[in-house]
Every structure is written in C-alpha cells, then in structure tokens.
C-alpha cells in the first residue's frame, strides 16, 4: 500500500473516531451524564490528535521539499479532519448549553 494512502486512511480512522466520540459525548450531555460527556470529548481529543499528527507529517515532508501529490484520499482525509474539528467546536457549546439548562432547572 502506498504511504499517502496508509497515513490517508489513518487520518480517516483516527479522526472518525474523534467524531463518534464527539457525538457520543453530546448524547451524554443530553442524558445529564456530564461526567461521561467530559471523558467522551477528552477520548475525542486524543483520538483527533492522532490524525492530525499524520496530517501534520505531511506537512511537514511537504515543508522540507518532499511534494504531497493531491488524491481523492487524501482530499477525503483532509475533509473528514474539518469536519471532525468543527463538530469538536459544536460538541462543546451544545454540552455548555445542556450544562446550564440542568442548573437552571
């Protein structure tokens, strides 16, 4: 397999990951179990920084004079690690906003 197709499919898992762990964490917060919403986002977190660390590796390979040929793959890895961080930033406000409905209730 080539390398940009396997670190591809590892941004793809790892940030995959992140995101069900997101939405898991947001369902949590819905039940009122904040304290499993706070280890799902913490989960989140670490599955994300495995896939923007790859990410990163090719940035970095690409910095120092190596070129990343674009493909579908990659573009589709790249996407998939958007949307997990902006789900990531979603996630957080609406387990805020569960927060402060249950103190207020």
């Known amino acids: 397999m080539d390398e940009l197709v396997r670190t591809s499919f590892q941004i793809i898992a790892a940030v995959g990951g992140a995101r069900s762990s997101y939405v898991e ?26 896939g923007h660390d790859a990410h990163t590796s090719l ?5 120092a004079g190596d070129p990343v040929n674009m ?26 906003v ?4 249950e103190k207020d209730a």
């Open 71 to 96: 493909t579908l793959m990659i573009t589709h890895a790249e996407d998939q690690l958007m949307a997990a961080e902006s789900f990531k930033i979603v996630a957080a406000e609406l387990i805020d």
């Open 59 to 63: 940035i970095q390979r690409e910095a």
């Open 25 to 50: 964490a947001v369902a949590a917060a819905k039940a009122g179990d904040f304290k499993r919403a706070d280890e799902l986002m913490k989960a989140g977190d670490e599955s994300f920084l495995g």
């Open 98 to 101: 569960y927060r402060r409905m």
